[in-house]
């Protein structure tokens, strides 16, 4: 192992559990481990990563037992994140460690040029410096948004100074905002979306989002791909915003939800092997309508049963907002299939994650 990444390895193994807590956010801690899917970070209980120092080994060692994988947490990094190679993992892990320049100097490579803007490796740097939104201006924003458990499932993150820029011919600015990361069918992360925030908290007339143009834009590969709540199995529930599937999750948390951002995403975004039923969680516009014929259409040419939910007012999360979970839950009740009542309604209230 290169000297740089032996130094590495050490002390992000003294970081072991905030490791794990920024890129394995689907996990959880269970007395000297960490549990969760995949050195990908896919929610289950088959990897575990030791955040201690014990007799059996060092901290940050990871064990795959449904694989027999297992390696240290640098490679942690290069995995949950897709990276290409051991310069792009250094830098990404220096970045999370916050070393000082003379400290890089010690430990690493020339860094390479940056990403592109706009780019997948962009959007992928941009969630990775993120942090949990516990506690932050996002949960904020959400709770006035009506939302008052976010069961995001690792989904969502935080970024205190995200850059703005308005327009070619104006300086960037930084504000607040959520950044939720956008993944395609095999959970690579192929994009994010960026809504910036008011800092002084949620406000009524712009719903506390930052008082700028444009608050909300994506960047990477998003045709075809969503923001995902929930590990799909065989029914899967998609819209368009976030707020509105949050908002659906808030009453159905077992459910796994998609929200392709946009009508015409909507419209494209690529439907998971093995679903036997899609609810299209329609807008109440034009737009809603022809997303909704479309998709009906492909999951049927797909074998798959598509299911329209239809809000009584604009979205789910104006209904949410003015009719309440109980409400909404009623609103829901009549338009689930039966099945799906009992499996994803009844007993809602359990957390999901």
Same mark, same amino acid.
């Given at each position: 192992?290169?000297?740089?990444?032996?130094?590495?390895?050490?002390?992000?193994?003294?970081?072991?559990? *905030?490791?794990?807590?920024?890129?394995?956010?689907?996990?959880?801690?269970?007395?000297?481990?960490? +549990?969760?899917?995949?050195?990908?970070?896919?929610?289950?209980?088959?990897?575990?990563?030791?955040?201690?120092?014990?007799?059996?080994?060092?901290?940050?060692?990871?064990?795959?037992?449904?694989?027999?994988?297992?390696?240290?947490?640098?490679?942690?990094?290069?995995?949950?994140?897709?990276?290409?190679?051991?310069?792009?993992?250094?830098?990404?892990?220096?970045?999370?460690?916050?070393?000082?320049?003379?400290?890089?100097?010690?430990?690493?490579?020339?860094?390479?040029?940056?990403?592109?803007?706009?780019?997948?490796?962009?959007?992928?740097?941009?969630?990775?410096?993120?942090?949990?939104?516990?506690?932050?201006?996002?949960?904020?924003?959400?709770?006035?948004?009506?939302?008052?458990?976010?069961?995001?499932?690792?989904?969502?993150?935080?970024?205190?100074?995200?850059?703005?820029?308005?327009?070619?011919?104006?300086?960037?600015?930084?504000?607040?905002?959520?950044?939720?990361?956008?993944?395609?069918?095999?959970?690579?992360?192929?994009?994010?979306?960026?809504?910036?925030?008011?800092?002084?908290?949620?406000?009524?007339?712009?719903?506390?989002?930052?008082?700028?143009?444009?608050?909300?834009?994506?960047?990477?590969?998003?045709?075809?791909?969503?923001?995902?709540?929930?590990?799909?199995?065989?029914?899967?529930?998609a819209g368009e915003g976030i707020e509105t599937m949050l908002? +659906?999750?808030?009453?159905?948390?077992?459910?796994?939800?998609?929200?392709?951002?946009? %009508?015409?995403?909507?419209?494209?975004?690529?439907?998971?092997?093995?679903?036997?039923?899609?609810?299209?969680?329609?807008?109440?516009?034009?737009?809603?309508?022809?997303?909704?014929?479309?998709?009906?259409?492909?999951?049927?040419?797909?074998?798959?049963?598509?299911? *329209?939910?239809?809000?009584? +007012?604009?979205?789910?999360?104006?209904?949410?907002?003015?009719?309440?979970?109980?409400?909404?839950? *009623? %609103?829901?009740?009549?338009?689930?299939?039966?099945?799906?009542?009992?499996?994803?309604?009844?007993?809602? %209230?359990?957390?999901?994650?």
């Open positions: 192992m290169p000297r740089d990444a032996i130094e590495l390895t050490r002390r992000l193994a003294r970081e072991a559990e *905030a490791v794990c807590r920024h890129y394995l956010s689907n996990g959880k801690r269970q007395g000297r481990y960490w +549990l969760v899917g995949d050195v990908h970070n896919t929610p289950g209980r088959s990897l575990f990563v030791r955040l201690q120092e014990s007799p059996k080994g060092p901290a940050g060692k990871w064990t795959d037992a449904a694989t027999g994988e297992h390696g240290d947490l640098l490679d942690v990094i290069r995995e949950s994140l897709g990276l290409r190679d051991f310069r792009e993992t250094a830098e990404e892990a220096r970045r999370f460690l916050k070393l000082p320049r003379a400290e890089r100097e010690l430990v690493s490579k020339p860094v390479g040029p940056a990403a592109p803007a706009g780019s997948q490796e962009a959007a992928r740097r941009l969630f990775a410096i993120s942090s949990s939104i516990e506690g932050t201006v996002v949960e904020t924003y959400l709770q006035g948004r009506g939302i008052a458990h976010v069961r995001d499932g690792g989904s969502l993150r935080f970024h205190p100074r995200c850059y703005y820029r308005p327009d070619e011919h104006l300086p960037t600015e930084t504000w607040p905002a959520m950044i939720a990361c956008v993944t395609d069918l095999d959970g690579k992360i192929t994009g994010v979306h960026r809504t910036w925030l008011d800092p002084d908290g949620f406000d009524r007339v712009r719903l506390g989002k930052a008082p700028i143009d444009t608050p909300r834009r994506a960047m990477g590969d998003l045709l075809g791909n969503a923001v995902r709540f929930g590990v799909v199995d065989d029914v899967l529930a908002s +659906l999750r808030y009453v159905l948390p077992r459910m796994p939800m998609a929200a392709a951002l946009s %009508a015409n995403h909507l419209a494209a975004m690529l439907l998971p092997s093995g679903l036997r039923r899609l609810y299209i969680a329609r807008d109440a516009d034009a737009a809603g309508e022809t997303v909704l014929a479309v998709l009906t259409q492909r999951a049927a040419d797909a074998g798959i049963e598509a299911i *329209a939910l239809s809000p009584r +007012l604009g979205d789910f999360n104006e209904d949410l907002h003015v009719f309440g979970l109980d409400g909404l839950r *009623a %609103a829901l009740r009549i338009q689930l299939v039966p099945e799906d009542v009992v499996r994803f309604l009844h007993g809602s %209230a359990v957390p999901a994650e």
